[in-house]
């Protein structure tokens, strides 16, 4: 409903700027450039990216739990990359690293696990599974399962549109998740 969007929409925006209050917070923060890189050899005639070594690419930056240590492949990715969830969405890939990274920030814990990865014509599904203790002084626990949807930009290879996750859980579910304390 238009409503629940719109606390959507706040609730997003908010733990946006609270990750990056929480990262200022922080002496010591690891920019780089983040996980593995790409055999830039597995390009065809065109330069090209090989769909396979980009796909692989983001196994590994699951392994690595990229979506709360931002640490990623950037090399899997179009500079101007869109990323979206059901609560909104931007283009960038920086800013999508620092809000990563900044999310990892309000977490004690976590646990995300690729569980299922589905190659199609122009794009690629990662099932997965998360949970995670965030910081706070009431200790919410967020759990969900869901997928994301990887678009390939067919002149490059990389991903172009990131991120379309699709949550198997109702969106404010997963708010009133971060208003419960944990027991």
């Not at 609560?87 to 690729?114: D, P, V």
Request: aromatic residues 12%.
């Amino acid at each position: 409903s238009e409503p629940d969007n719109a606390v959507l929409k706040v609730a997003w925006y908010a733990s946006e700027f609270l990750g990056v209050a929480a990262s200022l917070l922080r002496f010591s923060e690891e920019e780089g450039s983040g996980g593995g890189s790409i055999d830039l050899a597995k390009t065809d005639e065109s330069g090209k990216i090989d769909p396979t070594a980009v796909a692989e690419s983001i196994k590994a930056d699951f392994d690595r739990s990229y979506f709360v240590t931002g640490n990623l492949c950037i090399d899997a990715y179009e500079e101007d990359c869109e990323f979206a969830d059901p609560a909104g969405s931007f283009r960038g890939l920086k800013r999508f690293k620092r809000n990563c990274t900044n999310f990892g920030y309000l977490l004690e814990r976590s646990n995300m696990k690729l569980i299922k990865w589905e190659d199609l014509e122009d794009k690629a599904i990662g099932h997965w599974k998360f949970s995670c203790v965030m910081s706070f002084p009431w200790r919410p626990v967020l759990s969900a399962t869901g997928y994301t949807e990887y678009y390939f930009d067919e002149k490059s290879g990389k991903v172009c549109r990131l991120h379309v996750e699709h949550w198997n859980v109702p969106k404010m579910a997963l708010l009133k998740q971060i208003l419960r304390p944990s027991k």
